[in-house]
């Protein structure tokens, strides 16, 4: 049972375009939200952050929405970059699961020039 | 400030054998989490260790254990090996502060890649 869901395995977007990747959850206990970023052959990094008493968090040409009445945030990149080209995955923790994360399977974004 | 780094970089393995993989933890980090990922998924925690204990475990066997030392860096054993251990086994690595403190981000190593024939 997936309690963090990104339905879409693969984006393609072209070069300056906006990027938005989305993710559903399930579990309501959920308080805090995660985007992390994963090259070839590299761990996984960290993104951006968002925490359930916010709707929105921006940093650069990185902005994460959360809708907490439908269990779904999504992931916008404007303008989109050819290095922006990764598998982006979305995690959610709560309290009470400490410092451990449940991660979505991933979403797959080509950026084409 | 050194990133996280784990080794080895690969392994293969036979069904039935034990494998022991490596993590050492970015420099001031107290914590380190183990993840599993298989081929087409996320990262599933496998558990934490925070000052030299089991910190938080995940739906995995016990065959699955670990261990942290003073210096913070931390092994991940595996035994019994099953062909559905293939996977990446990534560390992550953090900074825990008191408890109630705020959640910080983990930062991962590039991590195992294990192949159970």
């Known amino acids: 049972d997936q309690q963090v869901k990104q339905n879409s395995p693969s984006l393609s977007v072209q070069e300056g375009r906006i990027s938005i990747l989305n993710c559903d959850y399930t579990n309501s206990m959920f308080d805090y939200f995660l985007w992390y970023k994963k090259y070839p052959a590299e761990g996984p990094t960290f993104l951006i952050s968002i925490s359930s008493i916010k709707d929105k968090n921006e940093d650069g040409r990185f902005t994460v929405f959360l809708n907490k009445s439908a269990k779904h945030l999504s992931l916008h990149i404007v303008p989109s970059q050819p290095g922006d080209s990764a598998v982006y995955f979305c995690a959610a923790s709560f309290y009470n699961y400490g410092q451990n994360f449940v991660f979505g399977p991933g979403t797959r974004l080509s950026v084409l020039p | 400030e050194t990133g996280v780094t784990q080794s080895p970089t690969h392994l293969i393995k036979t069904r039935g054998q034990q494998v022991t993989l490596r993590c050492s933890s970015q420099s001031g980090h107290n914590t380190v989490s183990w993840y599993q990922q298989a081929l087409g998924q996320g990262p599933q925690f496998i558990f934490q260790?925070?000052?030299?204990?089991?910190?938080g475990r995940g739906n995995f066997p016990p065959r699955f254990s670990g261990l942290q030392f003073p210096n913070y860096s931390s092994e991940l054993n595996v035994n019994a090996l099953e062909l559905d251990d293939s996977a990446l086994y990534l560390c992550?690595?953090?900074?825990?502060?008191?408890?109630?403190?705020?959640?910080?981000?983990?930062?991962f190593g590039p991590g195992t890649r294990l192949t159970v024939l």
């Open positions: 260790y925070y000052r030299e204990e089991e910190n």
């Open positions: 992550a690595s953090s900074l825990k502060g008191p408890a109630g403190g705020r959640r910080n981000e983990q930062f």
